[in-house]
């Protein structure tokens, strides 16, 4: 990686563009001890899933957590991070990503997300109904921030996961 880049490789996107799928095989690609993923994070602390939260608790509490689980992830050992997709949504969140990490957006056609996620009815809270008309809602509102907190876009369509992990390494080195 180049001098100027930070201990953290953080991975931004949409819901299904792979940040969870890709965080492990590129920490093992840079030779990181660890990879870390939030919404993992937040499920062990709060003891339930992403889901429930959104549903028991709400979005905003969701956030808060998130919030929480970024922090504490940036200020530990140098790690690839994968944030949940609205993560950019805070913009405390957006100062902290920009400062503290690398970003990498794995940036996603919503036609190529809507095949992975078209039956994700409860595991994703906030695809529930019509997931296209979601993600496209989402994409509206998300990608100018994604490309605000951005260093590096890597475009996903076609990418298996190991080649993804090539795909940003390149784009990192």
């Not at 490789?9 to 660890?34: E, N």
């Not at 602390?45 to 709400?58: D, H, K, M, T």
């Not at 409860?122 to 490309?147: Q, T």
């Amino acid at each position: 990686m180049t001098s100027s880049a930070h201990a953290h490789i953080c991975l931004v996107g949409l819901s299904g563009s792979g940040k969870s799928t890709l965080a492990p095989v590129l920490a093992a690609r840079l030779g990181l001890g660890a990879s870390v993923d939030l919404d993992s994070v937040i499920e062990q602390r709060a003891g339930q899933s992403v889901s429930s939260i959104f549903a028991e608790l709400g979005e905003e509490v969701f956030r808060r957590y998130e919030a929480e689980a970024l922090a504490e992830a940036l200020g530990g050992p140098a790690s690839v991070i994968a944030t949940g997709g609205g993560v950019v949504v805070d913009q405390a969140n957006r100062l902290l990503l920009r400062k503290q990490a690398t970003v990498v957006w794995l940036r996603t056609e919503v036609s190529d997300l809507v095949g992975r996620l078209g039956d994700s009815e409860g595991s994703r809270p906030l695809l529930n109904g019509d997931v296209k008309l979601a993600l496209d809602r989402m994409a509206g509102e998300r990608d100018p921030l994604y490309a605000e907190v951005a260093d590096r876009v890597v475009d996903v369509a076609g990418l298996d996961p190991l080649s993804l992990a090539e795909v940003v390494w390149m784009a990192l080195t």
